[in-house]
């Protein structure tokens, strides 16, 4: 894997995925932003918990293609393959040293 010039020597690296995100449709969209502080607040625990404590490098989510624009907004990248781009529920992932 390659990101940014740098040369990652592993096929995989340990992550926290977050399976199910869902706000209310009656709430999204609102100056609330719940969405974003529920990926906040996972983010904020695999960085300051899971991290430091079992190791872990990325949080990943399954996005729907119609919330590939929220993920983005949150710091997630989409996998540039040609096979995730054509799922129905492409894989994104977030470096937590980045962040």
Aim: with cysteine; glycine share 8%; hydrophobic share 40%.
């Amino acid at each position: 894997m390659v990101e940014d010039g740098l040369h990652f020597p592993y096929e995989s690296y340990p992550a926290v995925k977050i399976v199910r995100l869902l706000i209310d449709s009656k709430y999204r969209g609102t100056p609330a932003k719940l969405g974003e502080k529920l990926v906040n607040f996972a983010q904020g625990i695999a960085k300051e918990i899971i991290c430091p404590s079992v190791g872990c490098r990325f949080v990943v989510v399954n996005s729907k293609t119609a919330s590939l624009g929220f993920y983005r907004k949150c710091g997630f990248t989409l996998l540039e393959t040609e096979a995730n781009r054509a799922r129905s529920e492409p894989v994104m992932y977030l470096d937590l040293y980045k962040s």
